[in-house]
């Protein structure tokens, strides 16, 4: 099965956390975390379709006015997901610049933004720049019992409050199903790849009787004209499996409630990326920063079931120390190695 998430550490596994998730034929990506992100090319950045924020520590946050920067003089939505307080935070970080001339731009910027917290409902504001970026209240959104926050295209992001002496959010990404074509079975019967594909599995995905017409092109100009065969005969070229799962957690403290509420989002991950940000033996140093060590890094993700780890944001202290920290959290994990970079 060819995955749908292709996530990319933007700084390795030592620099400041940000992680820019693209999804296969999809136009939008989500990024999680903003400390540094001049490695994403301005034609990146302009796909974000939403941030996750998990809090507002400078090497999570300070990377943001990039963004903003190539986002103003476009028309755009962007959601924005964070912690208790964090509308308060974005408006003012917004207001340490002058928008006199901000009526001169024709494309208005729109943040919508969602406070995930402990709450029954997450407050949710809007900040425009045709209104100055001045929060406007919005309908707050029911907190639901998996955290579900927002939809990105057919992706789901759910949320969940952890504590790093101060609330921080962790994060899990969803597709609902994954729906993979028979590259092979094209083959054998002659027919085409091409556009006619995205038809073909968004009817077998929504059920349609066997003898729904189905067109069969290559290129987009030819579908007028194209030649029809009945969706029965086609059905067997799609195959639909549960949808990849992806989980970021960073920046929590090693405590019953924290372990209990990540291992709940990140269950069953394809891929978990979490903060080993201590060796194990500086468990007091972990403890007093509010970080994981590797060790408890590896438990969570063995108690997760998580598929593959991609353990990160280790400490400077440990430069030129990698494959010990990457070991160390593969023993925590009993598991026989990890993966590189992705």
């Keep these: 099965m060819r995955p749908t998430l292709h996530p990319r550490l933007l700084n390795g596994r030592f620099g400041d956390p940000a992680l820019y998730v693209e999804a296969l034929h999809a136009p939008e990506a989500v990024l999680f975390d903003c400390g540094d992100v001049t490695a994403l090319a301005p034609r990146h950045l302009l796909r974000v379709g939403a941030l996750a924020v998990s809090h507002a520590h400078m090497d999570h946050w300070a990377g943001f006015d990039r963004l903003l920067r190539v986002l103003i003089g476009r028309g755009k939505r962007l959601p924005l997901?964070?912690?208790?307080?964090?509308?308060?935070?974005?408006?003012?970080?917004?207001?340490?610049?002058?928008?006199?001339?901000?009526?001169?731009?024709?494309a208005d910027l729109v943040?919508?933004?969602?406070?995930?917290?402990?709450?029954?409902?997450?407050?949710?504001?809007?900040?425009?720049?045709?209104?100055?970026?001045?929060?406007?209240?919005l309908d707050p959104l029911p907190a639901t019992e998996d955290g579900a926050v927002l939809h990105v295209g057919?992706?789901?992001?759910?949320?969940?409050?952890?504590?790093?002496?101060?609330?921080?959010?962790?994060?899990?990404?969803?597709?609902?199903?994954?729906?993979?074509?028979w590259r092979t079975r094209l083959e054998e019967r002659g027919l085409p790849k091409g556009p006619w594909l995205a038809g073909l599995?968004?009817?077998?995905?929504?059920g349609l009787p066997d003898e729904t017409p189905v067109p069969v092109f290559a290129r987009a100009a030819a579908a007028r004209e194209a030649?029809?065969?009945?969706?029965?005969?086609?059905?067997?070229?799609v195959e639909i499996t549960p949808g990849q799962r992806l989980a970021y957690l960073t920046d929590l403290r090693?405590?019953?409630?924290?372990?209990?509420?990540?291992?709940?989002?990140?269950?069953?991950?394809?891929?978990?990326?979490?903060?080993?940000t201590f060796a194990a033996e500086d468990a007091?140093?972990?403890?007093?920063?509010?970080?994981?060590?590797?060790?408890?890094?590896?438990?969570?993700?063995a108690a997760a079931r998580a598929r593959r780890i991609e353990p990160f944001h280790f400490?400077?202290?440990?430069?030129?120390?990698?494959?010990?920290?990457?070991?160390?959290?593969?023993?925590?994990?009993?598991?026989?190695?990890?993966?590189?970079?992705p």
């Design 81 to 106: 997901v964070g912690p208790q307080g964090f509308t308060e935070r974005l408006h003012h970080r917004l207001q340490s610049y002058t928008w006199n001339l901000a009526d001169r731009i024709p």
């Design 284 to 301: 007091a140093a972990a403890a007093e920063r509010g970080h994981l060590t590797t060790r408890a890094a590896g438990e969570i993700a």
């Design 111 to 137: 943040f919508e933004v969602t406070e995930v917290t402990g709450a029954r409902a997450w407050p949710r504001s809007r900040l425009s720049l045709h209104g100055g970026f001045r929060p406007q209240a």
């Design 154 to 181: 057919a992706l789901r992001l759910r949320a969940a409050v952890l504590d790093h002496f101060t609330p921080c959010l962790g994060f899990a990404l969803e597709e609902p199903r994954h729906v993979n074509v």
């Design 227 to 237: 030649p029809v065969l009945p969706l029965g005969a086609l059905r067997d070229l």
């Design 201 to 206: 599995k968004a009817a077998v995905v929504e």
């Design 315 to 341: 400490s400077p202290r440990y430069v030129g120390q990698e494959a010990r920290l990457m070991a160390e959290v593969a023993t925590a994990a009993q598991v026989n190695g990890l993966a590189g970079p």
């Design 254 to 276: 090693d405590t019953p409630a924290n372990r209990a509420a990540a291992i709940a989002l990140a269950r069953g991950a394809d891929i978990l990326f979490i903060e080993a």
